[in-house]
C-alpha cells in the first residue's frame, strides 16, 4: 500500500483481555518498528524487527508484551492481560533501508484504552 | 527514557511569524531527524540532519545542529495556522544502534 496501515484505529479492552495490534508496513521495506505514546510524551521505543528477525525488543515493558512479524511484511503486537498503564497510542513505523539512515513512514497508530 | 528535550514545551504564535523549537540530546548521534504530529494522527518525517552536516533547508524548514553542544534546533519561517502540530526531534545513535529515539516534543499553535 501506499502508506503503514494500523488496526484496529481505537480499541478498548477490559483489563485482563488480550489484544492483538496489527501492523501492514509499506511494501518492500526492509526495517519495521513499534513505540508506545502515552498522552502528551513522545513515543517510546517498544522494538524493532528486521525482516522478519527481531533484532531488538530492550524496550518491551514487560513479559506480557509480544510482537511477531512471522513472514517479514505484516507485524502483530499483543499485549497478554492487559492493565491500566498499557493505554496509550500503539504506533508502527516501516523503513526501507535498516539502522535508521532515512526518515521512517509512521502508521496513524492505534489507541487503545483498557478499562 | 527519552534522549532528547525539546524546549520550549508549547508555543503560541500568530500567523505569519517564525516559530523556533530547540532540541538538546545526550550522546553521540549518526543523525537527527524532525517530524510533525497532529493530534490523533501519527508522525510525519520532516527533515533529517547528518552528524557532519551543520544546517539543512526543506522549503519553510531550516535545521541546524551543534554536535558539540549536542544541539539542534528547527525553524519554520511565515508560520501558517496549519503548522499547528506537535514537533519532535529523534536522534539515531553514533554506534550500531537501530531505533529513533524521541524527545517530549513541542505543541506549536500557530493563531489564525
Known amino acids: 500500500g501506499a502508506g503503514v496501515s494500523q488496526s484496529p484505529r481505537y480499541k478498548v479492552a477490559k483489563r485482563g483481555q488480550d489484544v492483538a495490534l496489527r501492523c501492514d508496513p509499506i511494501s518492500g521495506h526492509v526495517s519495521l518498528f513499534w513505540y508506545q505514546q502515552a498522552l502528551g510524551q513522545g513515543p517510546e521505543f517498544l522494538t524493532y524487527?528486521?525482516?522478519?528477525?527481531?533484532?531488538?525488543k530492550s524496550g518491551l515493558p514487560s513479559d506480557r508484551f509480544f510482537a511477531e512479524r512471522p513472514e517479514g511484511s505484516v507485524s502483530t503486537l499483543k499485549i497478554q492481560r492487559t492493565q491500566q498503564e498499557d493505554s496509550a497510542v500503539y504506533l508502527c513505523?516501516?523503513?526501507?533501508?535498516?539502522?535508521?539512515?532515512?526518515?521512517?513512514?509512521f502508521g496513524s497508530g492505534t489507541r487503545l484504552t483498557v478499562v | 527514557s527519552q534522549q532528547g528535550e525539546e524546549d520550549p514545551q508549547a508555543l503560541s504564535i500568530q500567523e505569519g511569524e517564525n516559530a523556533t523549537m530547540n532540541c538538546s540530546y545526550k550522546?553521540?548521534?549518526?543523525?537527527l531527524q524532525w517530524y510533525r504530529q497532529n493530534s490523533g494522527r501519527g508522525l510525519v518525517h520532516l527533515i533529517l540532519?547528518?552528524?557532519?552536516?551543520r544546517e539543512k533547508h526543506s522549503g519553510r524548514l531550516r535545521v541546524t545542529l551543534d554536535t558539540s553542544k549536542k544541539s539542534s534546533s528547527l525553524l519554520i519561517t511565515a508560520s501558517r495556522a496549519a503548522d499547528t502540530a506537535s514537533y519532535f526531534c529523534?536522534?539515531?545513535?553514533?554506534?550500531?544502534?537501530?531505533?529513533?529515539?524521541f524527545g517530549g516534543g513541542t505543541r506549536l499553535m500557530v493563531k489564525p
Open positions: 529523534a536522534t539515531v545513535p553514533g554506534d550500531a544502534g537501530n531505533m529513533l529515539t
Open positions: 524487527f528486521q525482516n522478519e528477525a527481531q533484532l531488538d
Open positions: 513505523a516501516s523503513s526501507l533501508v535498516p539502522v535508521g539512515r532515512d526518515g521512517y513512514t
Open positions: 550522546t553521540s548521534i549518526n543523525n
Open positions: 540532519i547528518r552528524s557532519n552536516e
